[in-house]
């Protein structure tokens, strides 16, 4: 705080040796320790060589891909295309598991398989064991005992100019950033589902989400039909992405099927190309290593309990909770 201040004092004065004087009386730039750690890492260990997550950490990342694998059954169940999206990228490319500290896990869906999604997860309400939060960016899905939880994130696919040039890049960010202003301006509601709620309060609420997704997919629709372009660009819907975070087309398309973590699931056609555009080079340590989701919180007896008999369970078990009702045909 005393830096900054001593910096804003400096801006008016009229010589560099008198601004440079008063920015020195507010002290050295202080370095969060964060990054100080994180700088260590990256100019001494191989990231690839970092050891897998142990105890508690594990735990979470197992049950969420416990939770992730009945997710899978179900999407390939009901013909819904979905593509695994950001740490699991990093992860499949160096580990073929999770990132070590990684504790969530997320997969995106293009707006048509998203209100596909919709349509068949309102078939498994109410749910005994799981809780749905539903907002103008995320479709949340939490396993009630153990807290594991995936996002679902959508995406609109539009005709723009090249996303992997400068010029192409700016025109796209531009666009999303005046869809974002539009979007984060409006009133969306933020909804949960739980099984104490009756069908017809489920039914409203479901209503209201197809109205929102709906509204958010025409305003991008029409602020990208004045970008001119031939490629086909994928971009988030949700505004919780980073300015670039845009690919082409066929970066993720077709979706391939890849062994990740002792399991097959679906994700983009170039999983390097993605987190080259992400991220840059995701041989290094990230900035935001240290950071953990507040479901990571609790590391209570209680917990550690629920997450053990949850991964105890066969896949069918977990399937048979997730979408009580809906057999599983798949091969």
Known sequence: MKRTLFRILAFPLPTRSMRNYV???????VVPPTKRITDILRATIDISAVSPAHGFLRYIQQANLQLLGAFDTFARKNAIEYFMIGGAIAGLIRYGKCVPWDDDIDVGMTAENYEKFLIAARKILPNDEYDLMLTSNVFRIVHKKTRAFLDILRYGVHSTPNCYTDTGANQIAYAQQQYNRVVQNKTFLKFYVTNKMSRTEISDI??????????????????FSYIPGYDKTVVPIHTDGKPFEFYSFDT???????????????????????????????????????????????????RLINLREYLKRDAKSIYD???????????
């Open 23 to 29: 920015r020195r009386l507010g002290g050295p730039r």
């Open 206 to 223: 479901y209503a209201h989400i197809y109205a929102q997704h709906r509204d958010a997919t025409k305003i991008q629709t029409e602020l």
């Open 252 to 302: 993720i398309f077709p979706i391939v099927r890849k062994r990740f973590d002792g399991r097959e699931l679906y994700f983009p056609s170039d999983p390097e190309l993605y987190a080259t555009k992400c991220w840059g080079d995701i041989w290094q340590f990230p900035d935001d290593i240290f950071r953990t989701h507040e479901y990571t919180h609790d590391q209570s007896p209680s």
């Open 321 to 331: 909770g997730f979408a009580p009702g809906q057999k599983d045909e798949t091969k």
